[in-house]
């Protein structure tokens, strides 16, 4: 798959099987409290940008964290943005899209966007937590 075929997949919100789709706020409740049993990395994608579908392609390409010891959740941010609103209030980071954000025991425990997001650098935040 190529590049503008991940931006046209994106844009589709087809996403790879390991994404659970994050679209409420009571949601958010819910896998922050979680968190405290099974560690989650929340995706915040915008659908139509280059840089975020970049971001997607990598994490999507390179999946190598067991789906068993951790919640994996994609949020369309163009179409919940009350969601990455109170994500960003909630756990205490900046706002970024695109933007991936570890929680665990209720906290975020890492964070990064943009060309910086890696599957293998979520896997070390993991490790080191």
């Known amino acids: 798959m190529g590049f503008l075929d991940n931006i046209r997949n994106s844009k ?7 994404w659970k789709t994050l679209d409420s706020e009571t949601q958010l409740k819910e896998i922050i409290n979680g ?12 659908t139509t940008c280059g ?8 994490l999507e390409s390179n999946w190598e964290i ?8 994609y949020l369309d941010l163009l179409n919940y943005r009350p969601v990455s609103n109170l994500i960003a209030s909630t756990l205490n980071v900046v ?7 570890l929680v665990k ?3 975020a425990v890492y964070n990064t966007s943009h060309h910086a997001i890696d ?3 979520v896997k070390d935040a993991l490790a080191a937590v």
């Open 66 to 73: 067991d789906p068993e010891k951790m919640d994996f959740y």
């Open 119 to 121: 599957l293998q650098a």
């Open 51 to 58: 840089i975020s579908a970049g971001a997607k392609h990598r």
């Open 35 to 46: 968190s405290h049993e099974r560690p989650a990395m929340i995706f915040k994608h915008s």
């Open 105 to 107: 025991n209720g906290a």
């Open 12 to 18: 589709k919100n087809n996403l790879h099987p390991n």
């Open 95 to 101: 706002h970024q899209s695109p933007q991936v954000i």
